[in-house]
């Protein structure tokens, strides 16, 4: 029987019936062809084929630390660092956050990021689910340990993703909120051995930054051509 999410999708978004076949994943790097035996408004029955081995993940494993946004503007980058390829995404809070809510709506938020990484997997065919881990405090995510390039945007940088030391195989992306990183926490950032690099002239808004830089490595050390 498929989730609650997948059959809503299945029976009621494409309006499938008994004898489709569907494909699906659970998040093991395999995908499962299948047949749907029972269809109804509140539950999907499959019956599957096979197991196939296939992935499509990028040689690139990117950590995304993204200071939480306004609005829909996080789900819009949720959901298309997924589609680029993103391992894991972890929201933060920093000094200049633009979003303030309790233990208790932040945990309603991560549940439905992640449903919209889910629904980015399915719509770009990964059938590797990204973490989207709980939210934390800018400097406590900083000051994790980490054996991979650590990047910081700043427009005032000296260097640029073109100009990085290869190979590059492991990256934690910081990208700031829409006000930037107040200028103690960039000094933080850099104590935390983040180096700073540009995208360009211009200043872009955060959630072209996110799609911008992950382009660019993916471009640069990835699976983008």
Partial sequence: MLSDDAANHVGRVMRMQVGQQVLLFDGSNAEFPAVISSASKKAVDVEIQSRIEH??????????????????KMEFTIQKSVELGVNTITPLISERCGVKLNAERFEKKLDQWQKIAIAAC???????????RPVMKLEQWCAEEYDGLKLNLHPRAHYSINTLPTPVTKVRLLIGPEGG???EEISMTEQYKFDEILLGPRVLRTETTAMTAI???????????
């Avoid at 399915?122 to 989207?132: D, F």
């Avoid at 382009?215 to 051509?225: E, H, K, M, N, S």
């Fill in 181 to 183: 990183l107040s200028a």
């Fill in 55 to 72: 992935s499509i993940e990028s040689p690139l494993d990117i950590h995304l630390g993204q200071v939480i946004s306004r609005g829909d």
């Fill in 122 to 132: 399915e719509q770009c065919g990964r059938n590797v689910v990204p973490t989207i």
């Fill in 215 to 225: 382009t660019a490595l993916q471009v640069r050390f990835g699976d983008l051509g």
